[in-house]
């Protein structure tokens, strides 16, 4: 009689899949330069560490942004009064403006439109309650952000159905792939609801070419579904081709679109690098959406004190200009370093021009093709590489072999670190490049993890993760 | 096919109820002592907002946690990093013992049962979310506070059956109020998965008394159910009796580590004892580790900001400044609830005896033209309107009995509360020289009435949030 709901005792968190023995070995031996210079180097988490000199800067210069010093304080109990869900006026209008600014002032964002949410993780739970009643989909293509499975379905009820894209021509979706995924839904008999894009896309980091959107948009438009547009890292584009949001699209000429059909989601967590201050939007172009997203807003408003930090650093044009620029910089820059250096010990990625990872290509390395050999050669990068990266399984990649790789969230040093322990290992394996009748060897290689996965609870990419134990914030409260 | 869910077209947000007519008018024409001293004075929303000096002089001593500073060092980059989902832990720690000392340090809390969650309002969908689904129920005693519709039903589909509680015994949950609303709900087919309790009350602003809370032990215990208590007003409890939180009871009762201990819960947030509504600080405590694990991973859905967790560990570990800040807080408190009661009483309206909350529960049913809600309607408007005031009718909180209103005390100055009485005053003395013609009918119903509200004094309540703006 007193047991809990369905949902909190199932496993719609998705957090008891085998995926977790990567971090599990992450945190029980995290790198450290000086510490553990022999621990896993975590390069499964998608963050973007590489401007926050460039922000504390502004920072220094800007007390008044906090509304706890002495030069913000006079606004202190007004931020702290501030409930309202429709979110402060400077806070939307800035981030607005910040939006616009990434899409090269192509587009405009109106604020009156901008809605909060917890993070994106928050807003994408939202737009599904909206859009969606359970038992309905909506189509995704593969390989996609793990996180969705939870963010999508879990309190939802709403059912995922997976658009499979393919390596042979780069995983862009066709149009071909859009129509199988909508039969097969049909066949289910689970209603469509919409069509949720990733772009810039995360795993592949590569961004949605015009065609392909034009594609996307009449698909949407001709089945009358929703078509929601993550685009959370937006602002990670460091190299052409350049950026083309779904708000550019619908406004060309040639594109007929019904708008009451497009909606957005945003975040602050990785074109700034702040997933602690949960900042998610939902921008709607359907008036019905924003009303009711805005209500359900009530469930996981933006801190006032963080609305107020983030409507004074996006106020600031100079700043986000400099920003923008800068970020774009450090990434190409890594990216570049990182591509390079693991090509010249043979490893490939897809090309990618975005995101704070790429999409390695291990497939020759993989002992047969299958997804049990692609956990094999992943057990054997954690327990022997030390390195934490994410399995294409884990993205629902339709082809084994694949691997994410994040770059933009350690510093130098640790980079060339995860470089040289990359490098050591695809020399002593360089038979791995040869003729098949070599690759033998690798079965050979041991599994030292235990596959009691089901028992894991450790957090995960797919919820907030905690980057550092030794990060004084993580420490036992002395 | 409908373009939207049904959630987003349905009514259960709970946004399209009269009661936020109040709202509306007060947001075309809000009072401003200097702008607009006639305009609608605001006694609708329970924001506590007599001690923001104390919090203000905290940061000016502490540049630190205002800095995003530790030591001198920024860890600004730490913060902005921070997403885990099991909360700073220093947050955790400060923040559970705080609530051990709003109750007397009677009772201690583990960090590690701790969840936080954006408000309260995300703490209580979270537990709906965790403990029950569509057509479960929730058992609530009247009146209740609004915003309970919207977060407990809306998205996740769970009821809420009344438990009807009346002027007669002060409200107070009775054994077979209990038993009724339960087997209403069987009547409806909905299965009860537990009680859920606010205490302190809003909009009542009393706190249980022991043999309310060993009667809801007793119940949940025979009918094996989850018993939720919202103990957001914890820290609002100015005067006796002493507040009494559930968690006490259960020790007391030498109910730790039972099956029944772990099927209560506590929701908490800093909203009203601190003032702070706007950092949404919710908190769920649990003593089911499973519960614990479910709301941990749904608190995803609304993590409080770093910037916010790190800025409040600081302050609720600075144990010199919560002692202070408690005791000052009450004090003020105590004295703008009387001021409030006096103020009333001199209007010849009376008000529920209540030591805790941000808000009084009105006693106007001698100044309604009928015994019906169709009445405080109509009274309500003429209070909005005429008056110029927004307080919230007890409709909108579910009460059983029409002629309660719930006015806010905490949320304005001295002065504008003085001129709202005044006018209040004003308003009751031309109703009764206007109203010749039911003066006979309730003259001697009036004189009863006016000598029993006389001795009560009121709490006020406080509204959860602004919805609709």
Same mark, same amino acid.
């Given at each position: 009689?007193?047991?809990?709901?369905?949902?909190?005792?199932?496993?719609?968190?998705?957090?008891?899949?085998?995926?977790?023995?990567?971090?599990?070995?992450?945190?029980?031996?995290?790198?450290?330069?000086?510490?553990?210079?022999?621990?896993?180097?975590?390069?499964?988490?998608?963050?973007?560490?590489?401007?926050?000199?460039?922000?504390?800067?502004?920072?220094?210069?800007? #007390?008044?942004?906090?509304?706890?010093?002495?030069?913000?304080?006079?606004?202190?109990?007004?931020?702290?009064?501030?409930?309202?869900?429709?979110?402060? #006026?400077?806070?939307?209008?800035?981030?607005?403006? &910040?939006?616009? @600014?990434?899409?090269?002032?192509?587009?405009?964002?109106?604020?009156?439109?901008?809605?909060?949410?917890?993070?994106?993780? !928050?807003?994408?739970?939202?737009?599904?309650?909206?859009?969606?009643?359970?038992?309905?989909?909506?189509?995704?293509?593969?390989?996609?952000?793990?996180?969705?499975?939870?963010?999508?379905?879990?309190?939802?009820?709403?059912?995922?159905? #997976?658009?499979?894209?393919?390596?042979?021509?780069?995983?862009?979706?066709?149009?071909?792939?859009?129509?199988?995924?909508?039969?097969?839904?049909?066949?289910?008999?689970?209603?469509?609801?919409?069509?949720?894009?990733?772009? #810039?896309?995360?795993?592949?980091?590569?961004?949605?070419?015009?065609?392909?959107?034009?594609?996307?948009?009449?698909?949407?438009?001709?089945?009358?579904?929703?078509?929601? !547009?993550?685009?959370?890292?937006?602002?990670?584009?460091?190299? +052409?081709? +350049?950026?083309?949001?779904?708000?550019?699209?619908?406004?060309?000429?040639?594109?007929?679109?019904?708008?009451?059909?497009?909606?957005?989601?945003?975040?602050?967590?990785?074109?700034?690098?702040?997933?602690? &201050?949960?900042?998610?939007?939902?921008?709607?172009?359907?008036?019905?959406?924003?009303?009711?997203?805005?209500?359900?807003?009530?469930?996981?408003?933006?801190?006032?004190?963080?609305?107020?930090?983030?409507?004074?650093?996006?106020?600031?044009?100079?700043?986000?200009?400099?920003?923008?620029?800068?970020?774009?910089?450090?990434?190409?820059?890594?990216?570049?370093?990182?591509?390079?250096?693991?090509?010249?010990?043979?490893?490939?990625?897809?090309?990618?021009?975005?995101?704070?990872?790429?999409?390695?290509?291990?497939?020759?390395?993989?002992?047969?093709?299958?997804?049990?050999?692609?956990?094999?050669?992943?057990?054997?990068?954690?327990?022997?590489?030390?390195?934490?990266?994410?399995? !294409?399984?884990?993205?629902?990649?339709? +082809?084994? !072999?694949?691997?994410?790789?994040?770059?933009?969230?350690?510093?130098?040093?640790?980079?060339?670190?995860?470089?040289?322990?990359?490098?050591?290992?695809?020399?002593?394996?360089?038979?791995?490049?040869?003729?098949?009748? @070599?690759?033998?060897?690798?079965?050979?290689?041991?599994?030292?993890?235990?596959?009691?996965?089901?028992?894991?609870?450790?957090?995960?990419?797919?919820?907030?993760?905690?980057?550092?134990?030794?990060?004084?914030?993580?420490?036992?409260?002395? | 096919? $409908?373009?939207?869910?049904?959630?987003?077209?349905?009514? *259960?947000?709970?946004?399209? /109820?009269?009661?936020?007519?109040?709202?509306?008018?007060?947001?075309?024409?809000?009072?401003?002592?200097?702008?607009?001293?006639?305009?609608?004075?605001?006694?609708?929303?329970?924001?506590?907002?007599? =001690?923001?000096?104390?919090?203000?002089?905290?940061?000016?001593?502490?540049?630190?946690?205002?800095?995003?500073?530790?030591?001198?060092?920024?860890?600004?980059?730490?913060?902005?990093?921070?997403?885990?989902?099991?909360?700073?832990?220093?947050?955790?720690?400060?923040?559970?013992?705080?609530?051990?000392?709003?109750?007397?340090?009677?009772?201690?809390?583990?960090?590690?049962?701790?969840?936080?969650?954006?408000?309260?309002? =995300?703490?209580?969908?979270?537990?709906?979310?965790?403990?029950?689904?569509?057509?479960?129920?929730?058992?609530?005693?009247?009146?209740?506070?609004?915003?309970?519709?919207?977060?407990?039903?809306?998205?996740?589909?769970?009821?809420?059956?009344?438990?009807?509680?009346?002027?007669?015994?002060?409200?107070?949950?009775?054994?077979?109020?209990?038993?009724?609303?339960?087997?209403?709900?069987?009547?409806?087919?909905?299965?009860?998965?537990?009680?859920?309790?606010?205490?302190?009350?809003?909009?009542?602003?009393?706190?249980?008394? %022991?043999?309310?809370?060993?009667?809801?032990?007793?119940?949940?215990?025979?009918?094996?159910?989850?018993?939720?208590?919202?103990?957001?007003?914890? $820290?609002?409890?100015?005067?006796?009796?002493?507040?009494?939180?559930?968690?006490?009871?259960?020790?007391?009762?030498?109910?730790?580590?039972?099956?029944?201990?772990?099927?209560?819960?506590?929701?908490? /947030?800093?909203?009203?004892?601190?003032?702070?509504?706007?950092?949404?600080?919710?908190?769920?405590?649990?003593?089911?580790?499973?519960?614990?694990?479910?709301?941990?991973?749904?608190?995803?859905?609304?993590?409080? *900001?770093?910037?916010?967790?790190?800025?409040?560990?600081?302050?609720?570990?600075?144990?010199?400044?919560?002692?202070?800040?408690?005791?000052?807080?009450?004090?003020?408190?105590?004295?703008?609830?009387?001021?409030?009661?006096?103020?009333?009483?001199?209007?010849?309206?009376?008000?529920?005896?209540?030591?805790?909350?941000?808000?009084?529960?009105?006693?106007?049913?001698?100044?309604?033209? /009928?015994?019906?809600?169709?009445?405080?309607?109509?009274?309500?408007? %003429?209070?909005?309107?005429?008056?110029?005031?927004?307080?919230?009718?007890?409709?909108?909180?579910?009460?059983?009995?029409?002629?309660?209103? %719930?006015?806010?005390?905490?949320?304005?100055?001295?002065?504008?509360?003085?001129?709202?009485?005044?006018?209040?005053?004003?308003?009751? $003395?031309?109703?009764?020289?206007?109203?010749?013609?039911?003066?006979?009918?309730?003259?001697?119903? %009036?004189?009863?009435?006016?000598?029993?509200?006389?001795?009560?004094?009121?709490? /006020?309540?406080?509204?959860?949030?602004?919805?609709?703006?």
């Amino acid at each position: 009689m007193a047991a809990m709901s369905k949902i909190a005792t199932g496993n719609g968190h998705g957090e008891n899949s085998p995926y977790f023995d990567g971090w599990k070995a992450y945190e029980t031996d995290p790198f450290h330069p000086i510490d553990r210079p022999d621990g896993v180097i975590q390069m499964g988490l998608a963050e973007n560490q590489l401007c926050f000199d460039f922000i504390k800067k502004w920072l220094i210069k800007h #007390p008044e942004a906090s509304v706890c010093t002495a030069q913000g304080v006079n606004r202190f109990k007004e931020m702290a009064l501030f409930q309202d869900y429709h979110g402060m #006026p400077e806070f939307r209008r800035a981030v607005a403006k &910040f939006m616009g @600014k990434v899409r090269g002032d192509r587009v405009k964002f109106d604020p009156d439109r901008i809605v909060m949410s917890g993070g994106a993780t !928050g807003a994408h739970e939202t737009v599904a309650f909206c859009l969606a009643d359970p038992g309905e989909a909506f189509l995704v293509p593969t390989p996609y952000y793990p996180g969705f499975d939870r963010d999508l379905k879990w309190r939802t009820g709403v059912e995922l159905v #997976p658009v499979h894209c393919e390596s042979s021509n780069n995983f862009k979706i066709t149009r071909d792939a859009l129509e199988a995924a909508y039969v097969k839904a049909q066949e289910a008999n689970l209603r469509v609801k919409g069509l949720l894009i990733t772009n #810039p896309s995360n795993p592949l980091g590569t961004i949605l070419d015009r065609d392909t959107l034009k594609n996307v948009v009449g698909f949407i438009n001709e089945k009358n579904i929703h078509l929601i !547009g993550d685009e959370i890292y937006a602002a990670t584009v460091f190299m +052409e081709p +350049e950026f083309v949001s779904i708000s550019e699209i619908i406004e060309e000429d040639d594109v007929e679109c019904n708008r009451d059909l497009i909606h957005i989601v945003y975040s602050l967590s990785k074109d700034m690098g702040f997933p602690g &201050f949960r900042v998610g939007i939902v921008y709607s172009y359907n008036d019905a959406v924003v009303s009711c997203a805005r209500k359900m807003s009530s469930f996981g408003l933006v801190s006032s004190q963080t609305q107020h930090l983030i409507a004074s650093m996006l106020s600031d044009d100079d700043f986000v200009d400099d920003f923008i620029a800068e970020s774009k910089n450090l990434l190409f820059k890594r990216h570049k370093y990182f591509t390079r250096s693991l090509s010249q010990v043979g490893i490939g990625s897809l090309k990618s021009n975005a995101g704070l990872f790429i999409w390695m290509d291990l497939r020759k390395l993989l002992r047969e093709k299958t997804f049990e050999a692609e956990m094999e050669l992943w057990r054997v990068i954690i327990n022997e590489v030390k390195l934490n990266v994410s399995p !294409g399984s884990s993205f629902h990649c339709h +082809e084994p !072999g694949w691997f994410r790789v994040c770059f933009a969230n350690m510093d130098d040093n640790t980079m060339a670190v995860a470089l040289s322990r990359i490098r050591t290992f695809m020399l002593k394996n360089n038979e791995a490049m040869v003729p098949p009748r @070599k690759l033998c060897r690798l079965s050979s290689l041991k599994l030292s993890l235990s596959r009691r996965m089901d028992d894991l609870m450790s957090p995960s990419i797919l919820s907030p993760h905690s980057p550092l134990p030794q990060s004084p914030l993580v420490r036992a409260r002395n | 096919m $409908g373009l939207l869910s049904r959630k987003a077209t349905c009514n *259960s947000h709970g946004q399209d /109820s009269s009661y936020f007519l109040g709202w509306q008018e007060y947001e075309k024409n809000p009072y401003d002592e200097v702008k607009n001293p006639r305009g609608i004075i605001q006694m609708g929303l329970a924001e506590n907002q007599l =001690s923001f000096d104390l919090l203000e002089s905290w940061l000016a001593k502490n540049p630190d946690a205002a800095g995003f500073k530790r030591d001198g060092q920024s860890i600004f980059k730490e913060l902005a990093l921070f997403q885990d989902y099991h909360g700073l832990p220093a947050f955790k720690k400060a923040l559970v013992d705080f609530m051990a000392e709003i109750r007397g340090n009677k009772v201690t809390f583990d960090p590690n049962r701790i969840v936080l969650t954006a408000g309260a309002t =995300s703490a209580n969908e979270t537990l709906m979310f965790c403990l029950a689904e569509q057509g479960d129920a929730f058992l609530l005693p009247t009146p209740y506070y609004p915003g309970f519709d919207r977060d407990l039903k809306w998205r996740t589909g769970v009821e809420i059956v009344p438990i009807e509680c009346s002027s007669s015994n002060r409200f107070q949950i009775t054994a077979s109020a209990l038993e009724e609303a339960y087997e209403q709900a069987q009547r409806k087919n909905l299965r009860v998965k537990g009680v859920l309790v606010t205490n302190p009350s809003n909009p009542l602003g009393t706190t249980m008394t %022991r043999d309310e809370l060993d009667l809801l032990v007793n119940f949940i215990t025979d009918k094996e159910i989850h018993l939720i208590s919202d103990e957001i007003y914890s $820290g609002t409890v100015f005067s006796s009796p002493v507040f009494v939180s559930i968690v006490e009871v259960l020790k007391d009762r030498n109910l730790e580590n039972t099956q029944v201990w772990e099927r209560v819960h506590i929701v908490y /947030s800093l909203s009203k004892d601190l003032g702070l509504p706007g950092f949404r600080v919710g908190a769920i405590y649990s003593n089911d580790p499973i519960v614990v694990a479910a709301a941990t991973k749904m608190s995803s859905f609304g993590l409080v *900001s770093s910037q916010t967790q790190y800025l409040l560990s600081a302050m609720l570990s600075d144990k010199k400044f919560t002692k202070e800040y408690i005791a000052k807080n009450h004090k003020r408190l105590r004295k703008r609830q009387s001021k409030l009661v006096a103020g009333l009483e001199k209007a010849g309206i009376g008000c529920l005896e209540s030591n805790a909350g941000l808000f009084c529960w009105v006693d106007m049913r001698h100044l309604l033209s /009928s015994d019906t809600f169709e009445a405080e309607m109509e009274l309500w408007k %003429r209070i909005v309107y005429d008056v110029k005031l927004n307080i919230s009718p007890g409709s909108s909180c579910h009460c059983s009995e029409p002629g309660w209103f %719930r006015v806010c005390f905490a949320n304005m100055s001295e002065d504008t509360l003085t001129l709202a009485m005044q006018r209040l005053k004003s308003f009751v $003395g031309s109703t009764a020289s206007n109203d010749r013609s039911h003066q006979e009918m309730k003259n001697s119903r %009036r004189k009863f009435r006016t000598k029993w509200v006389f001795r009560l004094s009121f709490q /006020s309540f406080h509204d959860r949030e602004q919805d609709e703006r």
